[in-house]
């Protein structure tokens, strides 16, 4: 994979900022050592037919390179992580991409369902109605992984691609105090955001946007 370049959002508000998913994208490039481009879309192109070729959705990320483009963060991010050892070893393939898609389906839906209660319908009646079923719900996740975690620093031996992609999906809760009430779960946010490449990653994102960010704010 060379010539590598990964789009994101041109700007986000400043509650999203270093959430977007471009970010995992991100993270797992530099965890690999590859160069890349930071390319962005603006809102009004998003819906674009140059971009839409791109992504039919008209969302981010997308990563293209000379094997071709790719949509979808958790794919672009396995995509990465078959051809490196350290993100995805050979004798535990099976079980980083179960935890892959254990981050994807079965931790980040609750999460980000409370993401967007709390910081797009806050002031809906219908929010504050469904916000302590879907805490719960959180919770009850959390505590299923703060178990399996117990004494490990990772989710399975060592750092992979589903820490990557877990980590990523835990800080859609960074505006709650959750993770604090399970201390396993945040010390290992905090050991994986810990991580140089997680920092790298993080800060190319915020300097796209503070390179792009509206003449109107």
């Known amino acids: 994979m060379n010539k590598i370049a990964v789009w994101g959002f041109a700007w986000v508000p400043p509650f999203a900022q270093g959430l977007v998913r471009d970010l995992r994208v991100r993270w797992a490039l530099e965890e690999a050592g590859l160069s890349y481009e930071s390319r962005w879309v603006g809102i009004e192109e998003r819906g674009s037919d140059a971009y839409r070729r791109k992504h039919p959705f008209g969302l981010v990320p997308v990563l293209e390179s000379d094997?071709?483009?790719l949509i979808e963060s958790g794919a672009i991010v396995?995509?990465?992580?078959?051809?490196?050892?350290a993100l995805m070893p050979h004798d535990q393939r099976a079980k980083t991409l179960a935890w892959m898609f254990a981050a994807l389906n079965t931790v980040e839906l609750p999460v980000w369902n409370l993401f967007v209660i709390d910081l797009l319908h806050q002031d809906e009646a219908w929010a504050k109605l469904r916000r302590p079923g879907a805490v719960e719900e959180v919770k009850v996740?959390?505590?299923?992984?703060?178990?399996?975690?117990?004494?490990?620093?990772?989710?399975?031996?060592g750092f992979?691609?589903?820490?990557?992609?877990?980590?990523?999906?835990?800080r859609f809760i960074r505006h709650t105090d959750l993770l604090a009430e399970f201390p396993r779960l945040d010390a290992?946010?905090?050991?994986c955001e810990a991580r140089p490449a997680f920092q790298a990653a993080?800060?190319?994102?915020?300097?796209?946007?503070?390179?792009?960010v509206p003449v109107a704010t």
């Open 78 to 85: 396995y995509a990465i992580a078959e051809h490196c050892e």
């Open 188 to 191: 290992y946010v905090q050991r």
């Open 202 to 212: 993080l800060r190319n994102q915020m300097a796209d946007y503070a390179h792009n």
């Open 141 to 157: 996740r959390l505590s299923a992984l703060s178990e399996w975690l117990g004494d490990r620093d990772y989710l399975l031996d």
């Open 160 to 170: 992979t691609a589903a820490d990557i992609l877990m980590t990523t999906a835990l």
């Open 67 to 69: 094997a071709g483009a």
